[in-house]
């Protein structure tokens, strides 16, 4: 199935995604860099993907940048999120929440989860990438602040570093783990190389957080909301497999209940 012609942007998520499943199928293993190595070895393994449908037409962020990668001749980034399993439900970003566009870039995420073993090559158990609008549409954009005045002599320094924590789409998903899937907005054009295998809708809340204060005291964070003018808007996607192996239907999850495990398991 492929989707209609659009206003979305063009895009190289498709020729990424695919070049990922044949590295996978073809038993091209990621060489972590030493037996400490907990998140390069998924970079330098999505670097050489990078250059085998891109060339010279990326480039590499750094350890602190947003996103990850960038590309040079379409306007598009990719955030890596690698995972052992059987590992987390949840991901943590610091600083930076998923965003559809940074800096006049579509945003994509990879996630990636690979087995725990103490071996330096080991192989991706499951892949998934998906436009950042799947897991948030917008938010504006919140500043890490601080200020002066706190403890006895008044001269400790507060700083307020956002973190912030969210569902992975493996698990707000059903059908999604043990296999490769691209999830896109449904009006995002692709080819033949691939087929739908899950229509998905997310809706959007009735409320939005728009502050919070937090007292010493007490040690009690108090959210603030407000209405959202965008409430129970509908945001439309499609998950997709290559043709030759489609696999198991994509369906949506309860959206929330990934979150609400691991607060209770103490993993947010």
């Known amino acids: 199935m492929t989707a209609p012609a659009n206003s979305f942007p063009a895009s190289r998520s498709t020729d990424l995604f695919l070049a990922c499943v044949e590295a996978m199928n073809g038993r091209k293993l990621m060489q972590k860099r030493s037996a400490s190595d907990k998140e390069f070895f998924f970079q330098d393994w999505m670097r050489q993907r990078l250059e ?119 698990y707000t998903t059903s059908g999604t783990a043990g296999h490769q899937t691209l999830i896109l907005p449904a009006d995002a054009q692709v080819d033949d190389r691939l087929i739908c295998v899950g229509e998905l809708v997310r809706r959007e809340v009735g409320q939005l957080l728009v502050g919070y204060t937090f007292d010493f005291r007490t040690n009690t964070l108090t959210p603030e909301f407000a209405p959202n003018p965008d409430a129970r808007q509908e945001h439309h996607f499609r998950a997709y497999r290559p043709a030759e192996q489609p696999g198991a239907l994509v369906t949506l999850a309860d959206p929330g209940a990934a979150l609400q495990e691991a607060l209770e398991e103490g993993d947010a």
Not at 142 to 165: A, I
Request: aromatic residues 14%; charged residues 25%; hydrophobic residues 35%.
């Open 52 to 170: 085998e449908v891109a060339v010279d037409r990326w480039s590499d962020v750094g350890r602190n940048g947003y996103p990850d990668f960038v590309l040079s001749d379409v306007a598009e980034g990719y955030e890596l999120k690698g995972l052992a399993l059987p590992g987390r439900k949840t991901i943590d970003s610091n600083s930076r929440f998923p965003q559809p566009v940074h800096r006049g870039r579509q945003i994509y995420y990879v996630f990636g989860r690979y087995p725990q073993t103490p071996d330096l090559s080991l192989g991706l158990a499951d892949l998934l990438i998906c436009h950042a609008s799947f897991i948030n549409t917008h938010g504006g954009d919140p500043k890490n602040k601080s200020f002066l005045g706190y403890g006895s002599y008044g001269d400790l320094l507060v700083r307020d570093r956002k973190m912030y924590v969210f569902p992975l789409p493996f």
